[in-house]
């Protein structure tokens, strides 16, 4: 087959494989990690070459197709690669939220948007006395590893090879500014300290950081972490539930965007609160 003939027959699979999804072309490319400029130029009909390995790998996984029959060397279609996994795994001893399976599976999701919902704060925007706080009280969790992981996790972002969305409810914010529920031994100081820290990062990295803030009042969720088209896994407690199939993302991620959309406080006001809450505690009297 002439080149000419290779790169048609892959616009025309490509443009098939996207009429499946039932996604627009932005949407599309979002799912399977291509930047929407390169998507328009593969589908331009004077396009005259064919994309990159990793571009044609990350279609084939994310829909199931294989990478003979998208460049034309097969006529096997959809799930011709016999690439589905299992659909849901469980992942058991995971006595914390923090745990280095989150590290890795962030790690194997570079280029791609990942949604967050924490138990608590963000882990990436947390002080090391506020990890040793949380994670101190679990036997077996190893504190200086969650600070490694917390750290990791901040450098990876710092390098800007992922987008993350954030979404907490206002409450957990400004009760953790506060002190209350589990955060009623932590000293004032302490929480000055994160509220600083929150507001530092937050500036720093954004966009590629974007925190929303929802009311807990209409709105609820679990902690979960959607990494891309990769994986979307749910924190239950002592057991994380993967999910693997592109339906149960397509499902979490929804319940995500549903948490956006109904956000109260968007990114670029988050900071706003965190000083106004950092003022609270300035006039507030020392307390350990």
């Given at each position: ?51 990159r390995v990793e571009t044609l790998a990350g279609i ?229």
């Amino acid at each position: 087959m002439k080149r000419r003939d290779t790169v048609e027959l892959f616009r025309t699979r490509l443009l098939e494989v996207i009429d499946r999804t039932g996604l627009t072309r932005s949407a599309f490319a979002e799912r399977v990690g291509m930047d929407r400029s390169t998507l328009s130029q593969l589908l331009a009909e004077g396009n005259d070459r064919l994309p990159r390995v990793e571009t044609l790998a990350g279609i084939a996984s994310t829909e199931q197709v294989s990478i003979d029959w998208l460049v034309g060397l097969s006529q096997e279609g959809p799930l011709g690669a016999n690439i589905l996994k299992q659909s849901v795994q469980v992942e058991p001893d995971a006595p914390s939220p923090a745990d280095q399976r989150l590290a890795r599976w962030q790690a194997e999701a570079a280029g791609y948007k990942i949604r967050y919902v924490p138990t608590t704060l963000p882990d990436l925007l947390k002080t090391d006395r506020i990890i040793a706080y949380e994670y101190g009280q679990f036997a077996t969790v190893d504190p200086d590893q969650s600070l490694e992981q917390s750290h990791a996790k901040l450098e990876l972002q710092r390098r800007s090879e992922s987008e993350i969305e954030v979404c907490n409810s206002v409450q957990a914010v400004e009760g953790f500014a506060r002190g209350e529920g589990i955060w009623r031994d932590l000293g004032i100081e302490a929480r000055r300290e994160q509220l600083t820290r929150m507001i530092a990062l937050c500036d720093e990295l954004y966009p590629a950081f974007r925190w929303f803030l929802y009311d807990s009042r209409n709105r609820y969720s679990v902690p979960l972490t959607v990494f891309g088209a990769k994986r979307a896994v749910v924190y239950v407690g002592q057991m994380y539930f993967v999910f693997n199939s592109l339906e149960h993302i397509r499902h979490l991620t929804k319940h995500f965007d549903d948490l956006i959309r109904a956000a109260v406080v968007q990114p670029p006001a988050v900071i706003d609160l965190l000083q106004s809450l950092l003022r609270s505690l300035d006039d507030a009297p020392t307390a350990t």
